[in-house]
């Protein structure tokens, strides 16, 4: 089974500041990652997915992720946070192909100052 | 834009009893799950539902579990006897299609209080 690991709980950061979240997951074969955000109060949106192809997926608001496949990893980062990003960001991850169900990490809160 | 929608945004219920949790998903969508998220934890994959069928289940979605597609509107989990480790947010979610190009889009949640 696969598994996702996302080290960062939370991050503090001040305004302007680069980000990066850590997502490492465990799988052997063909993968879809996924970078889902969750607002306070709403529901949990996507930010950014990869399937296939270049491995420097862009998503909405800025945030980017690379899919580096040596190092199972799908970092998310963002160059210049607002306070508006003051969110939870789950990593997500799902075997290529048939298979539906999305496996999250534990989720990185980050709290941008201003 | 359309959206997944569910009620109630909150439950409050006494252990033992059921609780049916309800779910709109996005209409032209054919794939349906459950996840739920207890407070500090992952959010967890329950079940997956296509075409009047359960297509996966996780070992958390026990026989205590059930899921239905009434109408062909609605998408309903139900929790026969709830525990109080049942406490949690549950999401629903719809996707188009399955498989490798899914996207899966998230309702706002359900906060199930058992008490």
């Known amino acids: 089974a696969q598994s996702v690991s996302q080290h960062n709980h939370h991050v503090i950061l001040s305004e302007a500041a680069s980000l990066e979240l850590g997502c490492n997951y465990s799988y052997g074969g063909t993968v879809n990652l996924f970078w889902y955000v969750q607002y306070p109060g709403q529901h949990l949106q996507l930010l950014l997915k990869?399937?296939?192809?270049?491995?420097l997926v862009k998503g909405i608001k800025g945030f980017e992720a690379e899919f580096i496949k040596s190092k199972f990893s799908f970092n998310l980062r963002k160059p210049s946070v607002q306070w508006s990003d003051t969110a939870e960001y789950f990593c997500a991850v799902r075997p290529g192909g048939s298979a539906r169900q999305l496996t999250f990490g534990s989720g990185t809160q980050l709290t941008v100052l201003p | 834009e359309p959206e997944v929608t569910q009620t109630p945004s909150h439950q409050v219920t006494q252990m033992g009893q059921e609780v049916i949790l309800r779910c709109v998903p996005i209409?032209?969508?054919?794939?349906f799950y459950w996840y739920r998220q207890i407070l500090g934890q992952k959010v967890e994959f329950l079940v997956s539902?296509?075409?009047?069928?359960?297509?996966?289940k996780s070992e958390i979605f026990d026989d205590q579990f059930s899921v239905e597609r009434p109408d062909g509107s609605n998408f309903t989990l139900k929790i026969r006897s709830t525990k109080l480790e049942d406490s949690a947010m549950y999401f629903c979610a719809s996707s188009a299609v399955a498989g490798a190009y899914n996207e899966q889009f998230f309702g706002p949640g359900t906060r199930l209080t058992v008490l």
């Open positions: 539902f296509y075409n009047n069928e359960i297509s996966e």
């Open positions: 990869y399937f296939s192809g270049d491995p």
């Open positions: 209409s032209n969508h054919l794939y």
